[in-house]
């Protein structure tokens, strides 16, 4: 590569036959700056097919070196890490200018415009790959060797262009014509139109259609564009800013760069991809193909991202098997490529905090399509995205009450676009441990898929970091209805932190004492959204959470809870514990552990039973290393434990919600008797008055355990524990035991909530 003038590749060429140049020129000044840079005339531009189709009727010797005029950004010999500015909008991208622009360009700076050389290829070699990648059909068709060999020379030429412009730019060009040609497209098409009965002419047809709607068309202004964008709305509430830890970014760069590789990210809300690319825009990495659900291609946000990398999916094509088989060759390409990939891993925004349950089918058609072009070495990375606050919170909290989602258009972007005006503190991005696959697993394999999930799920929650605002939930939740003092956060957040510290969960910096003070600020700011109130008029100024924002808290605390759970299960099967004579209690606490872990299976990730008990065993070692003798000897030795040993108490602000929305569900289950119960959307119906009546009954302490995805987890429950159906007497009796069991775990929780206030004496 060099400024236009010279070829010093070219001159560098040892190659005894024939020279022929394959000149990629957009206009006229492109082609007299290459003329001017060859040691020879012979050249053919790409553009003109059937003069090159002329050509290629050559020796086997001859030697194909393609060529190009790359055109930089003003002041810049290495890839900038800005995006383009916005008055390109308007003038176009000046890597790509017209002849009238171009000659300005070299009026004022010819070092902008370099000559740059392709991998060279002789036409003998160019024929075996074509023989290779094109269907014979295909190859049959006039011009189709000229056509490979212009793409091949194209994708060459990007290669060297990447080097000069930054690999952030690096995307597949001529995917819908690489597809058409390839044996394996034009294979399953065939077998497709045998099983349908339907000509293949018509499929292919049809396929190209869906080439159009599906295949992503970047463009490196675009790209731009969108790193523009995506640097603005992070900077409405975020201030531009995006925490990551360096060597995750650089473990991350090397997959994507060596192997196929997703990256699917956790959904809480539209910010999340945006956090992602914009990060890895900014330290170029090449583009990310991002999945989305075609409800986002709307007028104006469709059209930027199409064209910067966005895929955008049917929701539903089961019964379109064009469509898969499209869905699926297209994949198979990107991965066959080294095009890295990335999606919502739960295939919807949490409306809850936790992570929700992996959606597979989109997993599934990429690992189907891995299968079928024989990848090896697949990355599956887990990737984070965490939030101080989020505008999207009180949102969510309004659709867990029963109020209908408002659907994505032009004017609701608009809208969402300006409730981001707000500082809502820092965005978190953090990168997970990768699940590694030898090879894609075969799709007849039912199991393979909900394991690869299941792991990818685990690593994602390993790597959530606690931020100040959820454990502050997490300290308030627990203390209410009480308010606290900020010391008093501040201690009990502490102790939280202290707790987590010494197990190795990853924390933001927030916790560095330099910044304690930023408990305040955030304080101030969560009282600006309504989340806390704050009384200031007595001796001391006091924070406590609204009491129509329990929801809003719950799902803050929720994004952490996960870290909690272990440590919840044991205080819990402790205390059931305490209430057994020496010869039961370790029986009885071991059971307890397993009982619980099933009420609550559809709420968290859990490992194998065997791993389960061994990480119980592991935290009662690190609270008491005298655990075992303490249990042995049951009633107040295991009290004495939990009071002394095992602080912070902090079962009741993890599981209350959800035992308390789970008996409100049994309750109805209850009341149908013999009968049936009702159905599912029913039951959540009919859940979400009883929660409300139980609510101002003050039978449930806070509306945070009123929630459709809560009753339809309890629901689940029940199912699963064979209480729905047509009953009879003995189900009627298991119903009513289970609401009692989760009765008694609401007693139990306010007994470790007053046993955790007891503790601290300035409560």
């Not at 009238?100 to 991998?119: H, K, Q």
């Not at 029986?587 to 990730?605: G, P």
């Not at 004495?640 to 309750?667: G, K, R």
């Not at 989760?742 to 955790?756: H, P, Q, W």
Request: hydrophobic share 45%; with cysteine; proline share 5%.
């Amino acid at each position: 590569m060099s400024r236009a003038g010279s070829f010093p590749e070219v001159q560098a060429l040892q190659h005894d036959g024939p020279l022929l140049f394959l000149a990629d020129a957009g206009n006229r000044l492109e082609q007299k700056l290459i003329r001017d840079c060859l040691p020879s005339d012979d050249l053919v531009l790409l553009s003109d097919l059937k003069r090159l189709t002329a050509r290629l009727d050559a020796p086997g010797n001859t030697l194909l070196v393609p060529v190009r005029v790359a055109w930089l950004m003003p002041d810049t010999d290495t890839p900038t890490k800005k995006p383009l500015p916005l008055r390109h909008l308007m003038f176009g991208d000046p890597r790509h200018p017209g002849s009238l622009r171009g000659r300005w360009i070299m009026f004022r700076d010819r070092d902008r415009a370099r000559c740059i050389s392709g991998e060279p290829a002789t036409l003998s070699e160019l024929k075996n790959r074509f023989e290779e990648q094109v269907d014979a059909k295909a190859a049959g068709s006039e011009n189709a060797f000229a056509a490979f060999v212009m793409r091949q020379a194209g994708l060459s030429l990007e290669v060297a262009e990447w080097a000069l412009i930054g690999r952030r730019y690096k995307a597949p060009r001529f995917v819908a014509e690489s597809l058409r040609s390839s044996p394996r497209f034009r294979s399953a098409l065939t077998a497709l139109a045998t099983e349908t009965g339907q000509p293949a002419a018509e499929l292919q047809q049809e396929a190209d259609e869906y080439m159009k709607e599906l295949i992503a068309v970047p463009d490196s202004l675009f790209i731009d564009l969108r790193a523009r964008f995506d640097n603005w709305v992070m900077s409405l509430s975020y201030g531009g800013e995006v925490v990551f830890r360096d060597q995750d970014l650089e473990r991350v760069g090397d997959i994507v760069q060596n192997h196929p590789a997703m990256l699917l990210f956790t959904h809480k809300t539209y910010m999340d991809s945006i956090a992602l690319t914009s990060t890895l825009f900014e330290n170029d990495f090449r583009m990310l193909h991002i999945f989305a659900g075609i409800n986002m291609n709307f007028a104006g946000l469709g059209l930027l991202m199409k064209r910067s990398g966005g895929i955008f999916i049917r929701r539903k094509f089961q019964d379109n098997p064009l469509y898969k088989l499209v869905l699926r060759q297209y994949i198979g390409y990107l991965m066959e490529k080294r095009f890295p990939m990335t999606w919502a891993f739960e295939g919807t925004r949490s409306r809850t905090g936790k992570l929700m349950p992996p959606r597979l089918g989109l997993l599934k058609y990429v690992l189907e399509a891995a299968h079928f072009t024989e990848a090896r070495d697949i990355h599956v990375i887990p990737v984070t995205v965490s939030y101080d606050l989020m505008r999207d919170v009180e949102e969510y909290a309004s659709e867990q009450t029963g109020k209908v989602k408002k659907p994505e258009s032009l004017k609701w972007f608009i809208g969402y676009l300006s409730s981001l005006r707000q500082p809502m503190g820092r965005m978190y991005l953090d990168f997970g441990e990768s699940v590694v696959l030898e090879q894609a697993p075969d799709p007849a394999d039912q199991m393979a898929l909900p394991k690869i999930a299941f792991e990818v799920a685990v690593q994602a929650n390993k790597v959530t970091p606690i931020t100040l605002p959820a454990v502050s939930c997490m300290v308030l939740l627990g203390a209410s209805p009480r308010a606290l003092t900020i010391q008093e956060i501040q201690v009990e957040a502490l102790a939280i932190v202290r707790w987590a510290h010494a197990r190795g969960i990853r924390l933001t910096s927030d916790f560095r004492p330099e910044r304690l003070s930023h408990v305040q600020d955030l304080a101030d700011a969560m009282v600006a959204m309504g989340l806390l109130i704050r009384y200031d008029e007595g001796l001391d100024t006091v924070f406590g959470i609204e009491p129509d924002q329990h929801p809003m808290a719950s799902y803050y605390r929720n994004t952490i809870i996960h870290h909690f759970v272990n440590k919840a299960i044991i205080e819990l099967a402790l205390l059931k514990a305490s209430d057994a004579g020496e010869e039961g209690a370790e029986d009885m606490f071991w059971a307890e552990t397993l009982r619980l872990r099933n009420f609550f299976k559809f709420e968290f990730f859990y490992p194998s039973k065997r791993k389960f008990q061994k990480q119980l065993k592991a935290e009662l070692e690190r609270s008491d290393s005298a655990w075992r003798e303490h249990l042995a000897a049951g009633g107040e030795a295991v009290l004495h434990m939990m009071m002394f040993q095992l602080q912070p108490l902090l079962a009741h602000a993890t599981l209350l919600p959800f035992v308390e929305a789970y008996s409100v569900v049994f309750d109805l289950l209850v009341r149908a008797g013999n009968e049936a119960a009702p159905g599912e959307e029913e039951c959540i119906a009919q859940s979400l008055k009883a929660g409300k009546q139980a609510y101002l009954q003050r039978r449930i302490t806070s509306e945070a355990s009123i929630g459709k995805i809560l009753f339809q987890n309890g629901y689940k429950l029940a199912e699963n524990l064979e209480l729905t159906q047509i009953g009879s007497e003995e189900v009627s009796d298991r119903r009513h035991r289970l609401l009692l069991d989760f009765k008694e775990l609401s007693r139990m929780l306010e007994r470790i909530r007053l046993m955790a206030l007891s503790s601290h004496g300035e409560y």
